[in-house]
């Protein structure tokens, strides 16, 4: 079994920065990929950005493209999502995800584990 554990989410106005981590636990050797889904209220959740296990394939949806950096530190088991110049739209509930094989990166259902979620909010 994995665990894993977002922070780093809250409120931030318009043009604002955040930076989300994502601590894995538990059997975190078996981890292939990582990533971030998020879902807004009243929406589909949605894929955000993926990194594979040596960091150097990277992944992002077209809204995350120049905004957001997915990036993973393997000696602490940690992934990060540094989101610069957020805008209202981002708001939404983050979730980590991690994935054991190679069976995808846009889907939910090609992740094998999720965390809790860290709400961001992005309102002036």
């Known amino acids: 079994q994995v665990q894993l554990v977002e922070s780093g989410g809250g409120l931030v106005h318009p043009g604002g920065s955040l930076r989300l981590s994502c601590a894995a636990s538990?059997?975190?050797?078996?981890?292939?990929?990582m990533g971030w889904f998020r879902q807004a209220p009243g929406k589909e959740r949605e894929f955000v950005a993926h990194?594979?296990?040596?960091?150097?394939?990277?992944y992002y949806a077209d809204s995350a493209k120049g905004r957001f950096t997915i990036s993973r530190d393997n000696a602490k088991d940690t992934v990060y999502l540094q989101m610069n110049s957020l805008k209202p739209e981002d708001t939404a509930v983050y979730y980590c995800?991690?994935?054991?094989?190679?069976?995808?990166?846009?889907?939910?259902?090609?992740?094998?584990?999720w965390g809790q979620g860290t709400q961001v909010t992005v309102s002036s």
């Open positions: 990194i594979d296990w040596t960091g150097h394939r990277t």
């Open positions: 995800v991690a994935q054991l094989g190679s069976s995808g990166v846009y889907y939910a259902h090609n992740y094998d584990y």
């Open positions: 538990g059997s975190s050797f078996s981890i292939n990929a």
